[in-house]
């Protein structure tokens, strides 16, 4: 009961550190907020895999530590230092922005809550806890994609990728934790050489448009 | 089917990384030899390799490589042939093409190097793609085919190309991830069923049949948004006219040829199999793919960029293969398959024909500022305006038998609108080829050579080899179609035999 406690009151604090992650301007902070949330869900892998005593969640955990909770942020924060510090200027105010997220986030998480059967008719998702679980792991995917939507920083927009692909983390947890562990190297490797690529870009984007400001990649729109 | 243990499937996926290993080892600045040299040797016993595997698996067996399940029916096998053979003519494009730009100082020999070494890591990227039996798999083998081709997008590291790059790596990504969702989707909900058999492609069948109604259609529909984006798909498309006309121009020739079908593969792979049990799939695959064939053929016909032409039109091409490939029935997938093999040639004959055109003026690209390079180029304008002509749709050329093909699937399947929009998308393709071959090759130059104007002579013998063998086998195809019948009809028994069993 204490460990299933446990895993709801993690989730929660996933979602916090993703809204840190979003929602805070300077770069390097938010990468912070990332790295975090990074290891608060290789918290969760741990915990998770004791519950339910699945040994192989605990390489699961390691490799997540590894590639997220050393890799990324290590890349991440590396190129923060080439670009300007404070992230070029959202849309919306900082207290609409957030007042307006947790919202959305109030409310996605609801539906998500009642509707998750569609997305998994599973019977391991009788217990709350992994429901709240999953609902949690989408809202964060909405997170992400709601930063790529909605912010015009190169770098910012990095980070939401990187909150998509740990939802995708605690999705595949959710609903396939029998995947072996080969697969989840590879796709994390995906992840980690993709992030790699666009921080490179972004850094040589800011080095010839003097601005890390995606709406002046213009070039091509003719 | 007598399934038989063969190490080839995975040579084709290691081979090209150790050449790509060779490459940054021993390619030396001053000697063409060890970069080009390594490069087309290692992708000449590749092409052979594959030969040798398509002709067991076209001779009946099913080849498996134990430990790393890679799986190779005829689908599988004929994806490998045109994934090498293309990679080794725009090799063989690129000796010339390159030696010009790092000429002119676009790029140096060090950056070739990466060029050369990245080309063939996307090669070994492809053929796993095509192989892998595992579905998870399938979608690593796509991305890393993304992120192989991410750095030769925005390899001359100009402004342009670095927005093509960034946006190309985003955005498939994010497209790509949804498909990961589908495919967990189906998997959580097959596997207190099947177990972990529900992860294989060859079960995808049973997959279809046994779970809940909701949680199939939405996976499809993940699966579908994300295989479009890597196709490139309206509204899916922003990367794709961006990234294939930044490129390189061989590179282009490989986007367009080769990366974009993976997209299809997989669809054929995955969704086709949905499609007998579930109606509701070859109505939504119909509906994005007509109105995506239109919107890009109308966006093409609007360019005045060469390239980006080509790109938008590349849209609504793949989109008949979608279309096709999403009824689901045989002569759908048939016809899929078909245009989808055309396409791949032409295509990549077109680019590379652009390419010979950029070589000769010196990287002209609009089609406003050209003119008149008939009389100078003349294998170069023959093997455009027969491309040009081949996508239209005109016979005796071998785009015509497919789309053919596919308009009497989508009679069959009663899609009545989706078949007016596919001829008509036709017609447009038709004309909007011929225009631009017109303008480029035909009409009078927009300065004349005089007044500083265009300078062009043949591309040397080495760059149009590639095109004559692209051009040669496009007016073999369309003349004698009974060479290929045989493997596209093992190929679509291969994508049906996997609802059946």
Same mark, same amino acid.
């Given at each position: 009961?204490?460990?299933?406690?446990?895993?709801?009151?993690?989730?929660?604090?996933?979602?916090?550190?993703?809204?840190?992650?979003?929602?805070?301007?300077?770069?390097?902070?938010?990468?912070?907020?990332?790295?975090?949330?990074?290891?608060?869900?290789?918290?969760?892998?741990?915990?998770?895999?004791?519950?339910?005593?699945?040994?192989?969640?605990?390489?699961?955990?390691?490799?997540?530590?590894?590639?997220?909770?050393?890799?990324?942020?290590?890349?991440?924060?590396?190129?923060?230092?080439?670009?300007?510090?404070?992230?070029?200027?959202?849309?919306?105010?900082?207290?609409?922005?957030?007042?307006?997220?947790? !919202?959305?986030?109030?409310?996605?998480?609801?539906?998500?809550?009642?509707?998750?059967?569609?997305?998994?008719?599973?019977?391991?998702?009788?217990?709350?806890?992994?429901?709240?679980?999953?609902?949690?792991?989408?809202?964060?995917?909405?997170?992400?994609?709601?930063?790529?939507?909605?912010?015009?920083?190169?770098?910012?927009?990095?980070?939401?990728?990187?909150?998509?692909?740990?939802?995708?983390? !605690?999705?595949?947890?959710?609903?396939?934790?029998?995947?072996?562990?080969?697969?989840?190297?590879?796709?994390?490797?995906?992840?980690?050489?993709?992030?790699?690529?666009?921080?490179?870009?972004?850094?040589?984007?800011?080095?010839?448009?003097?601005?890390?400001?995606?709406?002046?990649?213009?070039?091509?729109?003719? | 089917?007598?399934?038989?243990?063969?190490?080839?499937?995975?040579?084709?996926?290691?081979?090209?990384?150790?050449?790509?290993?060779?490459?940054?080892?021993?390619?030396?600045?001053?000697?063409?030899?060890?970069?080009?040299? =390594?490069?087309?040797?290692?992708?000449?016993?590749?092409?052979?390799?594959?030969?040798?595997?398509?002709?067991?698996?076209?001779?009946?067996?099913?080849?498996?490589?134990?430990?790393?399940?890679?799986?190779?029916?005829?689908?599988?096998?004929?994806?490998?042939?045109?994934?090498?053979?293309?990679?080794?003519?725009?090799?063989?494009?690129?000796?010339?093409?390159?030696?010009?730009?790092?000429?002119?100082?676009?790029?140096?020999?060090?950056?070739?190097?990466?060029?050369?070494?990245?080309?063939?890591?996307?090669?070994?990227?492809?053929?796993?793609?095509?192989?892998?039996?595992?579905?998870?798999?399938?979608?690593?083998?796509?991305?890393?085919?993304?992120?192989?081709?991410?750095?030769?997008?925005?390899?001359?590291?100009?402004?342009?190309?670095?927005?093509?790059?960034?946006?190309?790596?985003?955005?498939?990504?994010?497209?790509?991830?949804?498909?990961?969702?589908?495919?967990?989707?189906?998997?959580?909900?097959?596997?207190?069923?099947?177990?972990?058999?529900?992860?294989?492609?060859?079960?995808?069948?049973?997959?279809?049949?046994?779970?809940?109604?909701?949680?199939?259609?939405?996976?499809?529909?993940?699966?579908?948004?994300?295989?479009?984006?890597?196709?490139?798909?309206?509204?899916?498309?922003?990367?794709?006219?961006?990234?294939?006309?930044?490129?390189?121009?061989?590179?282009?020739?490989?986007?367009?040829?080769?990366?974009?079908?993976?997209?299809?593969?997989?669809?054929?792979?995955?969704?086709?199999?949905?499609?007998?049990?579930?109606?509701?799939?070859?109505?939504?695959?119909?509906?994005?793919?007509?109105?995506?064939?239109?919107?890009?053929?109308?966006?093409?016909?609007?360019?005045?960029?060469?390239?980006?032409?080509?790109?938008?039109?590349?849209?609504?091409? =793949?989109?008949?293969?979608?279309?096709?490939?999403?009824?689901?029935?045989?002569?759908?997938?048939?016809?899929?398959?078909?245009?989808?093999?055309?396409?791949?040639?032409?295509?990549?004959?077109?680019?590379?024909?652009?390419?010979?055109?950029?070589?000769?003026?010196?990287?002209?690209?609009?089609?406003?500022?050209?003119?008149?390079?008939?009389?100078?180029?003349?294998?170069?304008?023959?093997?455009?305006?027969?491309?040009?002509?081949?996508?239209?749709?005109?016979?005796?050329?071998?785009?015509?038998?497919?789309?053919?093909?596919?308009? =009497?699937?989508?009679?069959?399947?009663?899609?009545?609108?989706?078949?007016?929009?596919?001829?008509?998308?036709?017609?447009?393709?038709?004309?909007?080829?011929?225009?631009?071959?017109?303008?480029?090759?035909?009409?009078?130059?927009?300065?004349?050579?005089?007044?500083?104007?265009?300078?062009?002579?043949?591309?040397?013998?080495?760059?149009?080899?590639?095109?004559?063998?692209?051009?040669?086998?496009?007016?073999?195809?369309?003349?004698?179609?009974?060479?290929?019948?045989?493997?596209?009809?093992?190929?679509?028994?291969?994508?049906?035999?996997?609802?059946?069993?």
């Amino acid at each position: 009961m204490i460990a299933g406690q446990t895993l709801v009151t993690l989730t929660m604090a996933i979602l916090m550190a993703s809204v840190a992650a979003v929602e805070i301007r300077k770069l390097r902070i938010a990468a912070w907020a990332y790295l975090t949330q990074s290891l608060l869900i290789c918290l969760l892998l741990i915990t998770y895999a004791w519950l339910t005593a699945n040994g192989s969640l605990y390489l699961w955990a390691a490799t997540c530590l590894l590639t997220k909770g050393i890799i990324i942020p290590w890349l991440l924060l590396r190129y923060i230092k080439r670009v300007p510090q404070i992230e070029h200027k959202p849309l919306l105010g900082f207290a609409l922005s957030v007042i307006l997220l947790g !919202l959305m986030m109030v409310a996605l998480y609801r539906i998500f809550y009642r509707t998750i059967f569609i997305m998994a008719p599973v019977p391991a998702l009788l217990e709350t806890q992994v429901r709240s679980l999953l609902a949690g792991a989408c809202v964060v995917f909405c997170l992400g994609l709601w930063t790529l939507l909605s912010r015009r920083d190169v770098i910012k927009t990095v980070i939401g990728l990187g909150l998509m692909e740990n939802a995708v983390h !605690l999705i595949l947890l959710a609903l396939a934790p029998q995947l072996k562990e080969t697969t989840m190297i590879g796709i994390l490797t995906n992840v980690v050489a993709a992030i790699f690529i666009l921080l490179y870009l972004s850094a040589d984007i800011y080095r010839l448009f003097g601005s890390t400001d995606s709406a002046r990649l213009s070039e091509l729109k003719r | 089917m007598a399934q038989s243990e063969s190490l080839l499937p995975l040579f084709l996926i290691l081979w090209p990384l150790f050449g790509a290993i060779l490459i940054q080892l021993f390619g030396q600045e001053r000697r063409q030899l060890t970069r080009e040299g =390594i490069a087309i040797a290692v992708m000449g016993v590749q092409l052979a390799a594959a030969i040798a595997q398509s002709w067991s698996v076209f001779s009946g067996l099913l080849l498996i490589t134990a430990g790393s399940g890679l799986r190779v029916d005829a689908l599988s096998a004929l994806m490998g042939l045109l994934i090498n053979g293309i990679t080794l003519l725009v090799l063989i494009q690129s000796v010339r093409y390159m030696q010009k730009e790092e000429e002119h100082g676009f790029t140096s020999p060090r950056r070739l190097r990466l060029y050369y070494a990245l080309i063939l890591i996307f090669a070994g990227a492809m053929n796993w793609t095509v192989t892998t039996s595992h579905l998870i798999l399938l979608y690593v083998a796509m991305e890393a085919s993304t992120l192989a081709t991410a750095l030769l997008v925005a390899f001359y590291r100009k402004k342009a190309s670095l927005e093509a790059g960034y946006k190309y790596v985003l955005l498939v990504m994010v497209g790509m991830t949804f498909s990961l969702l589908g495919m967990v989707i189906l998997f959580a909900a097959a596997q207190p069923l099947l177990g972990s058999k529900a992860l294989l492609l060859n079960h995808m069948g049973e997959v279809a049949r046994l779970i809940p109604r909701k949680a199939a259609l939405l996976g499809v529909a993940f699966m579908t948004v994300g295989f479009a984006t890597k196709a490139g798909l309206v509204p899916f498309h922003a990367w794709l006219p961006d990234a294939h006309s930044e490129a390189p121009s061989p590179v282009s020739a490989l986007l367009s040829g080769l990366i974009i079908k993976l997209g299809a593969y997989a669809l054929a792979r995955t969704v086709t199999i949905f499609a007998p049990a579930w109606h509701g799939i070859p109505l939504f695959i119909a509906i994005l793919a007509s109105a995506s064939m239109l919107i890009g053929i109308i966006m093409a016909l609007v360019q005045d960029d060469l390239k980006r032409m080509l790109a938008f039109s590349s849209v609504s091409q =793949i989109s008949y293969v979608f279309m096709g490939l999403g009824l689901g029935s045989y002569l759908g997938i048939y016809g899929g398959l078909f245009h989808l093999v055309n396409h791949t040639l032409i295509k990549a004959l077109l680019f590379l024909s652009t390419g010979a055109v950029m070589y000769a003026t010196g990287g002209v690209r609009r089609i406003s500022q050209l003119g008149g390079l008939a009389k100078t180029m003349p294998v170069t304008s023959f093997c455009f305006f027969l491309g040009a002509l081949a996508l239209g749709g005109l016979p005796p050329l071998n785009a015509f038998l497919s789309k053919f093909t596919l308009f =009497i699937a989508l009679g069959e399947a009663r899609l009545w609108w989706a078949l007016v929009i596919a001829i008509l998308t036709g017609l447009l393709t038709l004309a909007c080829l011929v225009r631009a071959a017109y303008m480029v090759f035909w009409a009078p130059a927009a300065l004349p050579e005089e007044a500083g104007g265009l300078t062009a002579h043949e591309v040397p013998f080495l760059m149009y080899v590639s095109m004559a063998v692209l051009a040669g086998l496009s007016l073999l195809i369309g003349l004698f179609p009974n060479v290929l019948y045989p493997l596209l009809d093992s190929a679509t028994r291969a994508v049906l035999a996997v609802w059946i069993n």
